[in-house]
């Protein structure tokens, strides 16, 4: 797509923006409530008119073209199925409507159902479906045509979590065996992060970096993809560039903290006011260091536990994560440093200092 736009009245849903994406590709497009993720799944479908630009489909402008002769199928996370049709005459249903012939119809419905494990469901109707299965028969629904690209909006949003762990290692096999392109929206981070090949970090109707997952949680280019990507989230803390040099920055942090950054700054950027921005696994536990707290709340996932520190001076709460193992006591005061390498700082446009 090439500088694709959406504005509804006076509001920028979709700034102009340009995205290729490989055939056979996993793209999973993440960012907050109302960055207008879902407005451009609907341009690239085809359901939503764009006020700009140009959509492409292996080359051809598509833009004028009709949603159904795209040759893309959308699964939403509002399943709606026909609840007077089985399991099998649901999927066949996309079929029969583009008359397919009676064997050609029941080969691809048996693929589909194979595909997602429907085959002993094929004569219920969803009223006797669990939610994930109801969800993977709107899938085999949806794939039944063969698309060549899956739009697929937030489509395990409705399911608890177990289920919703059991579909994303579906969807990653399932694309390992379609081989078609998909474009997956998600709040959801392991979604993201686990099934991507690249993700699109939005914000404000802005793409603002596309990249492969690690790429994006190691160097996010702005303050928005810091704060998109990664759980528990990045510290962002204010700070003030206190001295630049060959090796990097010291940043004044409050409390009259210094903490080093292997950053590049010209000299005149010294006094400038930036956020610093810290992932809570490169806290390094160090009585003497910059950054610490009483410990507010401790969480013990298993193989890891995360300690919520009620910084004071500005700084907010700091998260800081520690070995499974650790015993640690609330109110209990922790202190950590960081590798200058591992800090990033963002200026006041939230743009990364280039390392
Ligand atoms: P969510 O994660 O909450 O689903 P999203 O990132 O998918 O959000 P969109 O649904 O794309 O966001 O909406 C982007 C913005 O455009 C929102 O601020 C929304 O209110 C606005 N918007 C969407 N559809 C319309 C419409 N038909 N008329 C006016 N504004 C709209």
Redesign the pocket.
């Given at each position: 797509m090439t500088q694709l736009s959406?504005r509804?009245?006076t509001?920028d849903?979709?700034c102009p923006s340009d995205l290729e994406i490989a055939e056979g590709e996993f793209v999973v497009i993440v960012?907050?409530?109302?960055?207008?993720?879902?407005?451009?799944?609907?341009l690239i479908a085809g359901l939503?008119e764009p006020s700009g630009g140009q959509v492409f489909i292996d080359g051809r402008d598509v833009t004028d073209v009709a949603p159904a002769q795209r040759g893309l199928a959308m699964v939403f996370q509002s399943y709606a199925l026909y609840p007077h049709l089985t399991v099998e005459e649901n999927i066949a249903f996309p079929l029969k409507v583009q008359r397919f012939g009676k064997t050609e119809v029941r080969a691809r419905v048996a693929a589909a159902a194979e595909a997602l494990d429907l085959a002993p469901l094929l004569k219920r109707r969803p009223a006797a479906l669990s939610g994930g299965q109801r969800q993977r028969v709107s899938i085999a629904r949806a794939i039944v045509r063969e698309p060549r690209v899956l739009l697929l909006?937030?489509p395990l949003s409705n399911l608890d979590a177990e289920l919703r762990v059991r579909m994303r290692h579906e969807f990653a096999r399932l694309h390992g065996r379609l081989g078609a392109t998909m474009i997956y929206?998600t709040?959801d981070q392991l979604e993201a992060m686990t099934l991507a090949n690249r993700i699109v970090v939005?914000s404000e109707?802005r793409i603002e970096q596309v990249g492969a997952p690690l790429e994006l949680y190691a160097a996010p280019a702005t303050l928005a993809v810091a704060r998109a990507i990664g759980s528990p989230g990045m510290n962002l803390i204010p700070a003030i560039i206190d001295a630049a040099d060959e090796q990097g920055v010291t940043l004044r942090l409050p409390e009259d903290k210094t903490l080093r950054a292997h950053v590049r700054a010209a000299a005149d950027r010294v006094g400038e006011p930036v956020t610093v921005g810290l992932r809570p696994e490169h806290l390094v536990a160090d009585a003497e260091g910059p950054l610490g707290g009483e410990v507010e709340l401790f969480e013990r996932l298993g193989p890891l536990s995360f300690a919520h520190l009620g910084a004071r001076g500005g700084i907010g709460t700091v998260v800081a994560q520690l070995p499974g193992d650790r015993q640690v006591t609330l109110g209990e005061t922790l202190r950590f440093s960081l590798p200058p390498s591992q800090v990033h700082v963002f200026d006041a446009q939230g743009q990364a200092l280039a390392r």
């Open positions: 959406k509804f009245d509001f849903a979709l960012g907050p409530s109302g960055c207008g993720k879902s407005t451009l799944l609907r939503e909006d937030e929206v709040h939005m109707g």
